[in-house]
């Protein structure tokens, strides 16, 4: 399909493992974000790329947080060990251009994991 | 003190009613988005405005820039449309509303 894909869909870890979230924004998108949508609140902003260049990192929580996009296109999350309040679903979305204020996001369905 | 409230929390309505969900903001922005999230996590922007009201379907958006503040309305209302709706306010970033979680009856 053209729209926002993430994978895995669902992911259970036990605490202390590393895991890796993809998101493959909609083709030719320059602007993708990550979010962290805790159960019954709304998402919280993560992390911002323009491209290739990751231009605000202000809403990971924690280095146990990275992301990259090195290519410009596909997304990787990554939580390196994994605590249990990193549980939530995990959102990426994507913009054609590079205004928060006017362009349209295009969510992906989101990972929701589990740390055990 | 959140930067993008809403109200209500909850909503339960039968089918055909009219639904209203507030939002208010204290942050200074241009426009102001509606998102519509249905059980599974897909979110579906519904409307992006900076003046006035927009109309698409059974569903209205109005929003005042001065007063800080905006509604959604559904017209007729149908258990299809039974989802969380989402309010969020652009400033350097998307500052989301905790949503309003309405669940439509037959």
């Known amino acids: 399909g053209a729209g926002v894909s993430q994978s895995p869909r669902y992911k259970v870890a036990k605490r202390g493992q590393d895991v890796a979230l993809r998101c493959d924004p909609i083709?030719?998108?320059?602007?993708l974000f990550w979010y962290q949508q805790a159960l019954g609140q709304g998402p919280e902003f993560l992390t911002y790329f323009q491209n290739e260049a990751q231009l605000d990192k202000s809403g990971l929580p924690s280095d146990r947080f990275f992301a990259e996009r090195p290519e410009g296109s596909v997304s990787t999350l990554k939580i390196q060990r994994t605590q249990q309040e990193d549980s939530a679903v995990y959102l990426c979305?994507?913009?054609?251009?590079?205004?928060?204020?006017?362009?349209?996001?295009?969510f992906g369905p989101g990972t929701r994991l589990t740390v055990l | 003190k959140n930067e993008v409230e809403q109200s209500p929390q909850n909503l339960t309505a039968q089918e055909g009613e009219f639904i209203t969900i507030n939002c208010s903001y204290s942050v200074g922005i241009s426009a102001l988005h509606w998102l519509q999230q249905h059980p599974g996590g897909g979110i579906v922007s519904l409307f992006m405005?900076?003046?006035g009201k927009k109309k698409h379907g059974r569903l209205i958006a109005t929003i005042n820039i001065q007063e800080k503040h905006s509604s959604l309305h559904i017209t007729a209302s149908h258990p299809r449309d039974s989802a969380v709706y989402i309010c969020a306010a652009p400033t350097d970033k998307l500052i989301f509303g905790t949503g309003t979680r309405l669940q439509v009856f037959p």
């Open positions: 979305a994507s913009t054609h251009g590079g205004r928060v204020d006017t362009d349209t996001q295009y």
């Open positions: 405005l900076s003046s």
């Open positions: 083709s030719g998108h320059v602007s």
